[in-house]
């Protein structure tokens, strides 16, 4: 079997110290303070380290579009170790990171970005210790004793996201939406992308990412996160985070992007929802809420008036 071979990223240092891609013409991070500007987008709005006190489960899992230097990896990973060190007797015990990566940045730029964070220098020197060659595929990293693993899936993230397995009810907890610029990388920022991370999100995961522009927020709503616009950090006005509201419809959005098999999903989910109306209610009034866009339009072929306000003859 042959793979697609991978290419490291070619980067240039500006004149701030921030490395540039030349393969994207953008920054890995913000010139002002990268650092804070990721506890601000991706923790903070992903309510972490709150969420991580009356979690439920033994493992926290977040997923990123785009590994790059590793900072966001970094500044979680650091944050867990300090939530579990003041916090031992949480349920949650283990982080597990999954990041999608088309450019490996090779070892001499990584140490070269990490040492622009003093404060994560030791956890900096963990991952390089472990950091995969330009391989494709999934290279999973067992970092801090077994408390952090890492999968850093190394490929172009439209090929690599469908082949993470996942249950029906999702694997992801919490979404890292980054990237460059959605002008500076429009194949990445698809439908498709915000559909494969609806599939692989849990129910109440949540989503943030750095962007507001509209293309992003409807289609993440479209795979079926509920979405708002808050305040972007430092001088950015705003950013946008979501969480997934409704994992069974999500699910049934990413049987695929094509209109016609949009519709099948959504009659589908129309149907399973009728099942559980109350049993005086008929059919056709229970799809007329549940679908008001399809049953409406065969209404208006058949004259029928299946509102609240006027009673159905059947019900
Ligand atoms: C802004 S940087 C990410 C910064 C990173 N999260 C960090 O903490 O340093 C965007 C990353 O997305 C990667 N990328 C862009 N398009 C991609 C794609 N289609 N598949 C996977 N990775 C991609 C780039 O190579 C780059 O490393």
Redesign the pocket.
Same mark, same amino acid.
């Not at 990123?64 to 990896?73: A, D, M, R, S, V």
């Not at 999608?100 to 450019?103: A, D, G, T, V």
């Given at each position: 079997m042959t793979h697609p071979k991978i290419e490291h990223?070619q980067i240039h240092w500006n004149e701030a110290g921030t490395p540039v891609?030349d393969? !994207?013409d953008?920054v890995? !991070?913000s010139n002002a303070n990268g650092l804070e500007e990721?506890r601000y987008v991706f923790l903070q709005q992903n309510q972490l380290p709150e969420r991580w006190l009356d979690f439920p489960r033994d493992r926290f899992v977040i997923a990123?579009?785009?590994? %790059?230097? %590793?900072?966001?990896?970094l500044a979680v990973w650091q944050w867990f170790a300090k939530f579990r060190a003041e916090n031992p007797q949480a349920t949650v015990n283990q982080l597990h990171f999954i990041s !999608?990566?088309?450019?490996p940045?090779t070892q001499s730029d990584l140490e070269k970005a990490h040492a622009a964070w003093p404060e994560l220098a030791e956890f900096a020197a963990g991952l390089r210790e472990h950091y995969p060659a330009a391989v494709p595929g999934c290279h999973r990293l067992v970092l801090a004793n077994g408390m952090i693993t890492l999968d850093l899936w190394f %490929?172009?993230?439209?090929d690599s996201m469908p082949q993470v397995w996942t249950p029906d009810d999702g694997i992801v907890d919490c979404w890292?939406l980054? %990237?460059?610029a959605p002008s500076k990388?429009p194949?990445?920022w698809s439908q498709s992308l915000f559909d494969g991370m609806a599939r692989l999100a849990k129910q109440d995961c949540t989503v943030a990412t750095f962007t507001a522009a509209g293309f992003v927020r409807r289609g993440l709503i479209e795979a079926g996160f509920a979405m708002k616009k808050t305040k972007g950090f430092g001088t950015k006005r705003d950013m946008i985070v979501g969480t997934m509201a409704e994992h069974a419809n999500a699910k049934q959005q990413v049987l695929g992007t094509s209109a016609p098999r949009r519709l099948t999903a959504r009659i589908s989910r129309s149907l399973a929802a009728v099942w559980r109306v109350p049993h005086w209610q008929c059919l056709w009034c229970a799809a007329a809420e549940l679908s008001p866009c399809i049953v409406n339009m065969i209404s208006r072929a058949w004259q029928h008036q299946a509102t609240d306000k006027v009673p159905c003859i059947l019900c």
């Open positions: 990223a891609s393969n !994207f953008d890995y !991070f990721t990123e579009t785009g590994f %790059g230097t %590793g900072l966001n990896f !999608f990566e088309k450019f940045v %490929g172009d993230i439209k890292f980054d %990237g460059f990388n194949e990445m």
